[in-house]
């Protein structure tokens, strides 16, 4: 409902000009679809959305908007129109969707033909408890010209275009979706002065359906009734600060890396190797250290892991320091170890930013996949990813990220939903103080917050960074170890996590400790450090 705007009363117009759709050129993968079942239309595809505001630019959450047309062939299903058997019986004809707390809709459903002398158009119309607040219909802009023939919306001063890029139609393959993104704004002025005059636009038209809207859903393609409701994507390029870091972003940028350099060799372990290596991650030199076991490489190569580690102090943090018992292990074990820096660690170049608000270390840790490619003893299909607290958020974005990490390990792993930071929140006490010189990450958190408010899936910012709100492009198995006694991450974390893969059938194992606290100390680390040897073993 609109809880303060307007009501039932209210006198609504449209503000012309401000409704602006962009049609541009972006897969659409349906959540646990991966082909089409028998009864679902697969030819040319748009995905229908935006959002519902007031002239002040606040969100209508909870109204309700109706859309209707004809399909790929002009025929509408209406008892005026044509041959009931000319019908498609896999295109639902009209849909309904209620906007989300955020305003917003989306329908799945095609470019409908024209007929007749009407050019290709979509009608909707945005109701509130019964009350239409406006009806319209929407063209497309490559059809501009017989738009201005139509006799119906040649002369209207309110006709509503879909825009379309020039680039979108050679970019879509043949089961593509064109996404519309289109913000619908309404001028409830409690019956003031500027009340809509109607024109013959914002008719209804001959073929308003003859049928109950509120049976219906907002896939148009597809006769199921159990399919998940189609929600708005948010694409690439959508947020003006930040949005480097959402997934969309992510999936759609080149991450590269390099030839790998050593630098210095160590004294060895115990069955392996050990060097000071680099190698480049956007420009800056990133050190790491790097284990190989003893030994010719099996045929394909050694398995891999890239290896995260958790919060340190990046002005202290040596890369020979810390986490020696967890690499030491996994390298007499047979892997290929690279534990890297990250960027503006010790000697490594860049900022550090942080991992839950910039995808630096992300990206860091992507590099590293791509630069281990490139040596001829590691198998290039067989590497894994590995982090702790922090780089948990890592690890799992980079698994959403880059499909050729082929297993994922997470310790007293933190921040998924970004609902749950405000919940949990992180007590490090390893981190600087409240009022000290900010860092880079806290600067970076600040500006975020400052623009989209607190982390709050409900937002399309922090939805679109969410990872377990882009889970379904997890498609490697994943190991959780967590303790009940961490103080620093709270175990509510993983719990949730969890709960997210099982809802969306992810192969994933967990397991809880005990005690151990937020490094799963001895006598428990022993257990932890041979479930995740195993399963990397397993799955690489």
């Not at 679809?33 to 935006?50: E, F, H, I, M, N």
């Not at 058997?85 to 906007?99: I, K, M, P, W």
């Not at 800056?284 to 890239?306: E, R």
């Amino acid at each position: 409902m609109f809880h303060r705007h307007g009501s039932k009363n209210a006198v609504v117009s449209i503000v012309v000009g401000i409704l602006i759709l962009a049609l541009t050129g972006e897969a659409f993968i349906h959540a646990q679809d991966v082909s089409p079942p028998a009864g679902r239309y697969t030819g040319s595809k748009v995905l229908l959305q935006g959002q519902v505001t007031d002239t002040a630019g606040a969100a209508l959450p909870g109204v309700v908007v109706e859309i209707w047309q004809a399909d790929d062939a002009g025929n509408y299903n209406h008892p005026a129109d044509s041959d009931p058997s000319a019908l498609r019986e896999d295109f639902q004809y009209f849909g309904a969707a209620v906007t989300d707390e955020n305003g917003e809709y989306a329908f799945l459903t095609l470019k409908p033909a024209p007929y007749e002398t009407r050019p290709a158009h979509i009608h909707f119309k945005v109701k509130s408890s019964e009350t239409t607040l406006l009806t319209s219909q929407f063209y497309f802009a490559e059809d501009r010209a017989d738009v201005e023939r139509d006799a119906v919306s040649g002369g209207a001063n309110d006709t509503l275009f879909l825009q379309t890029p020039a680039d979108v139609d050679s970019d879509l393959a043949d089961d593509g979706v064109r996404i519309a993104r289109g913000n619908i704004v309404l001028d409830l002025n409690e019956g003031g002065p500027q009340s809509l005059t109607p024109t013959a636009s914002q008719a209804e038209g001959p073929y308003y359906p003859v049928v109950d809207f509120s049976a219906y859903d907002n896939n148009l393609l597809s006769a199921a009734v159990d399919d998940d409701p189609v929600r708005p994507v948010h694409r690439a390029g959508e947020f003006p600060i930040g949005d480097d870091l959402t997934i969309a972003a992510l999936r759609e940028r080149e991450i590269t890396g390099s030839e790998i350099t050593f630098e210095q060799t160590l004294a060895n372990g115990v069955g392996y190797a050990q060097y000071i290596a680099s190698y480049i991650s956007e420009g800056n030199k990133i050190y790491g250290l790097l284990t190989v076991p003893f030994g010719d490489p099996p045929p394909g190569g050694f398995k891999a892991i890239v290896f995260n580690h958790g919060y340190i102090p990046p002005a202290s943090y040596r890369t020979t320091e810390r986490y020696v018992a967890y690499v030491s292990t996994l390298a007499s074990h047979g892997f290929v170890v690279f534990k890297i820096d990250m960027r503006g660690h010790g000697n490594s170049e860049g900022e550090p930013t942080g991992s839950y608000f910039s995808p630096g270390y992300t990206i860091d840790a992507i590099a590293a996949l791509k630069s281990l490619q490139t040596l001829d003893f590691v198998d290039p299909q067989g590497i894994g990813i590995w982090g702790h607290s922090m780089a948990g958020n890592l690890a799992l974005r980079a698994m959403l990220v880059e499909p050729d990490i082929k297993a994922g390990v997470i310790w007293a792993g933190a921040v998924y939903s970004y609902d749950d930071f405000v919940k949990y929140r992180i007590s490090d006490p390893s981190r600087p103080p409240a009022g000290s010189a900010p860092s880079p990450s806290r600067r970076r958190s600040r500006a975020l917050i400052a623009l989209y408010g607190e982390p709050d899936s409900t937002h399309p910012y922090w939805r679109a960074v969410s990872l377990t709100e882009n889970i379904d492009y997890l498609q490697s198995p994943l190991q959780i170890h967590h303790a009940v006694n961490d103080t620093v991450v709270n175990i509510g974390y993983s719990i949730e996590l969890s709960e997210v893969l099982t809802q969306h059938n992810k192969f994933f194992e967990f397991y809880q400790y005990g005690g151990g606290g937020h490094d799963i100390d001895s006598p428990y680390f022993e257990e932890a450090i041979l479930r995740t040897v195993a399963f990397f073993k397993q799955h690489l």
